[in-house]
């Protein structure tokens, strides 16, 4: 498959229930057309490797999830971009939108689990910057369009791409749509649109734009569904796949079996198909026992203490969650948590949620 037919609309999946899902669709829904100015800039190499990137963090690769269908990184990244287009018309704010992954490895996040930084998961941004920095083809397009590469290497100096929590960003408002679907249908194609209608860019507290609501009820709709993926990224189940797959790469690369360079180099297809032709042909070694219990484990055991036998893992991982802006009065905007009392104990509940102490997995036999 083309690269391209991603946002072309060439790509659908459908699983067993029937649920279907099209990129093409979604993104016309977040802006109604991809502005040409983009297009030159999606079709960089920086930005088309991520192309064979998954959004889901390596869960489409194990037992344990039935992700519906494959969402890939630079999807997301085109409609990050996209958003950012149709609420800001800044032609650098899109393209800085649409460059803020282009420094995630394979399976994504897994890297930052590789690195011990679950809870916050930013290992990789100062890369990002690098990688923007240094890339000439890049520079060329920019020098061509009056922009500078410090107008575009950091999302985070506009609002509307990205704030902190619980503030809703392009960022934050992208990847929950086809998160949610993908993981638990929370999302139908006609709900994301009727939700999206609704979003306005609105003042927050230090009177910054940011994206918000400018109704109360599709807010609330809005802050539930969020939460309840937010919630599946909290269980043991989700810190199992990432976690066990981080250690899965950590004894690959000190085996020498990868090398750091081949998680940009390659797609996760390509390493997966690689990781399965190795653990073939070398069954008994360390990494043969970690990959194929990743890909093969279809539950977890929930524990509060560490099991004999099997693979464990407890630790805490970012909470990710909202508490978006509301339109009460013309000029006036309050976060929902303070005038909805469902919407301030939705938060408050997921904010004190704890799984069980450990997540353990026997080891694949």
Same mark, same amino acid.
């Not at 269908?69 to 609420?87: C, E, Q």
């Not at 599709?218 to 189940?237: G, M, P, R, W």
């Given at each position: 498959?083309?690269?391209?037919?991603?946002?072309?609309?060439?790509?659908?999946?459908?699983?067993?229930?029937?649920?279907?899902?099209? $990129?093409?669709?979604?993104?016309?829904?977040?802006?109604?057309? &991809?502005? +040409?100015?983009? =297009? +030159?800039?999606?079709?960089?190499?920086?930005?088309?490797?991520?192309?064979?990137?998954?959004?889901?963090? #390596?869960?489409?690769?194990? =037992?344990?999830?039935?992700?519906?269908?494959?969402?890939?990184?630079?999807?997301?990244?085109? #409609?990050?971009?996209?958003? @950012?287009?149709?609420?800001?018309?800044?032609? %650098?704010?899109?393209? @800085?939108a649409l460059l803020h992954d282009v420094s995630t490895p394979a399976f994504s996040h897994v890297s930052d689990f590789r690195n011990g930084d679950a809870l916050l998961q930013e290992s990789t941004e100062d890369l990002n910057i690098q990688m923007i920095n240094e890339n000439a083809f890049l520079k060329e397009l920019l020098e061509r369009d009056g922009y500078n590469l410090q107008e575009v290497n950091d999302y985070h100096k506009y609002p509307i791409d990205d704030n902190k929590c619980p503030g809703l960003s392009a960022d934050r408002l992208e990847y929950m749509f086809p998160s949610g679907a993908a993981l638990n249908e929370v999302w139908t194609m006609e709900e994301i649109k009727?939700?999206?209608?609704?979003?306005? &860019?609105?003042?927050?507290?230090?009177?910054?734009?940011?994206?918000?609501? %400018?109704?109360?009820?599709?807010?609330?709709?809005?802050? =539930?569904?969020? $939460? +309840? &993926?937010?919630?599946?990224?909290?269980?043991?189940?989700?810190?199992a796949a990432m976690q066990l797959m981080a250690d899965v790469m950590t004894v690959a690369l000190k085996e020498n079996i990868i090398h750091e360079l081949d998680l940009y180099l390659q797609s996760e297809s390509e390493l997966i198909e690689f990781f399965d032709d190795y653990a073939v042909k070398n069954p008994s070694v360390e990494f043969t026992r970690l990959y194929l219990t990743f890909r093969n484990m279809d539950r977890v055991i929930h524990s509060e203490e560490r099991m004999d036998d099997c693979w464990c893992v407890?630790?805490?991982?970012?909470?990710?969650?909202?508490?978006?802006?509301?339109q009460v009065e013309m000029n006036r905007f309050e976060r929902i948590s303070k005038i909805n009392e469902e919407a301030d104990k939705v938060i408050k509940d997921f904010l004190s949620y704890k799984d069980s102490l450990w997540g353990c997995v026997p080891y694949y036999k």
């Open positions: 498959m083309n690269l391209y037919d991603y946002w072309k609309g060439e790509y659908f999946d459908r699983d067993k229930s029937g649920y279907k899902w099209n $990129t093409d669709s979604y993104h016309k829904i977040l802006c109604s057309r &991809v502005p +040409d100015f983009l =297009k +030159d800039y999606i079709q960089l190499p920086l930005v088309q490797r991520l192309s064979g990137i998954g959004l889901l963090c #390596g869960t489409d690769w194990t =037992k344990l999830f039935r992700n519906r269908f494959f969402y890939s990184r630079l999807d997301h990244s085109i #409609g990050t971009a996209l958003i @950012a287009w149709n609420f800001s018309r800044s032609k %650098k704010q899109a393209i @800085a009727e939700t999206y209608k609704d979003v306005a &860019v609105l003042r927050n507290e230090k009177l910054l734009p940011e994206l918000g609501f %400018k109704t109360e009820s599709i807010a609330l709709d809005y802050l =539930k569904k969020f $939460t +309840d &993926v937010s919630l599946i990224l909290q269980h043991n189940e989700d810190k407890s630790l805490d991982v970012k909470k990710r969650y909202v508490d978006p802006l509301v």
